[in-house]
């Protein structure tokens, strides 16, 4: 009976530890997901604030945009001549209105400036000569070009057995 109340006591305690393992894993599982909602409502938040700014950068790309049209229009209207009708007494508009002048000498100038620029470059950058080979580089190269050894060994004024070894531990 000892025996039984023993192993029933152990069972409970380990019971007990099972539960508590269990909570903590709860614990730690709701303690994420609090996290998780944390974050997700700071996405939220950001991409309010970056959509915001994006609204913000259109209306005032819109507002400058509709003062340079209107600049343009009064500029070119100042430069045409008014047409009226002499019935009606109004002013009629040019039912096709000029475009803005572009200014081609100003692009014209800059490009002939970029080309000078990239001339200049060109003309300054040193030539490079290409590295001397040396005598291994040579013998591979001439052995590859369909030379004989014997012909390398004699250009680069070294020993058969010498080329010989060169190509081989290479």
């Not at 009708?85 to 040019?94: A, I, L, T």
């Not at 572009?102 to 030539?127: C, D, G, H, W």
Request: proline content about 6%.
């Amino acid at each position: 009976m000892g025996i039984l109340l023993a192993l029933l006591f152990i069972l409970q305690i380990i019971g007990f530890m099972v539960m508590t393992l269990l909570y903590l894993k709860i614990l730690k599982f709701n303690n994420l997901e609090k996290k998780q909602q944390q974050l997700m409502k700071e996405m939220d938040q950001s991409v309010l604030a970056y959509l915001g700014e994006i609204k913000e950068e259109n209306d005032r790309l819109i507002h400058e945009l509709n003062q340079r049209t209107e600049y343009q229009m009064k500029h070119t209207s100042n430069l045409a001549p008014k047409e009226q009708s002499v019935s009606e007494g109004f002013e009629v508009p040019d039912p096709q209105p000029k475009p803005h002048p572009v200014p081609v000498q100003f692009a014209l100038r800059s490009y002939q400036k970029t080309l000078e620029i990239e001339k200049n470059e060109i003309e300054t950058k040193p030539v490079i000569q290409p590295k001397p080979l040396d005598d291994r580089q040579k013998a591979k190269q001439l052995y590859a070009e369909g030379t004989s050894i014997v012909d390398i060994a004699r250009e680069l004024k070294k020993g058969k057995t010498e080329i010989e070894l060169l190509l081989k531990f290479e």
